[in-house]
């Protein structure tokens, strides 16, 4: 995956989206996916252009992989939001995110998944300098820094096993289907079903 010396205009306009949808996110909940499924889907538009040379086909074994990686990303996700649900400041940052997911009903949030996760794995995983720079962990770490305007590390810390699972399954593969399928299946285990547990003491409905 060729590097580049610096950001190009594209990339600059879809970080820039991408940390504008997650600002107002965060101070709007209630427009949370509107301002999300947007903003990630420009940000994979700004792209377009460098997808269309990536490799998109790979083996059925990337497929399984991809698969049970994206199902075991969620389950230690919700293990971790298990655990901070029982430490008051982490439980704020949970039922915040869990009340801006809610927002939408589980059918709307599925669907509205799919053009999101599109959108993003094409903008961080098709190449260029949000994706090529440096070392899987580098390039893990800058995904899970965009997600720094959401005020919420739950959001910043649990973007970083994905980062690093997707970033790593694109640059073995050699493919964009993998990392697609994996966050797809993160995402829609995560924000569609079966969700994040509540914090403890919470009153909210337990179920998304």
Not at 51 to 57: C, G, H, K, T, V
Not at 75 to 81: I, N, S
Not at 112 to 134: D, H, K, M, Q, T
Not at 181 to 206: D, K, N, Q, Y
Request: aromatic letters at 8%.
């Amino acid at each position: 995956m060729a590097v580049t010396s610096g950001p190009s205009r594209r990339e600059v306009f879809g970080l820039l989206v991408v940390a504008s949808a997650a600002l107002l996110a965060r101070r709007r909940p209630q427009r949370f996916w509107p301002a999300m499924t947007l903003g990630l889907t420009l940000a994979g538009l700004s792209a377009v252009p460098r997808a269309r040379s990536a490799r998109w086909r790979c083996g059925p074994r990337w497929v399984m992989a991809a698969l049970g990686l994206g199902a075991g990303l969620h389950l230690g996700v919700r293990v971790g939001a298990g655990l901070a649900g029982r430490i008051p400041p982490l439980a704020g940052d949970l039922e915040w995110f869990r009340g801006a997911v809610s927002s939408a009903p589980t059918g709307k949030r599925a669907a509205l998944s799919v053009p999101a996760v599109l959108g993003e794995e094409i903008f961080w995983r098709s190449g260029g300098w949000v994706a090529g720079a440096g070392p899987v962990w580098r390039s893990a770490l800058g995904y899970a820094a965009a997600q720094l305007p959401t005020q919420n590390a739950l959001v910043v810390v649990g973007a970083l096993p994905l980062g690093l699972a997707t970033t790593w399954a694109r640059r073995r593969s050699g493919s964009l289907l993998p990392p697609v399928i994996c966050h797809l299946v993160f995402s829609e285990m995560t924000l569609a079903w079966p969700g994040l547990p509540l914090p403890s003491g919470s009153t909210r409905a337990t179920q998304p």
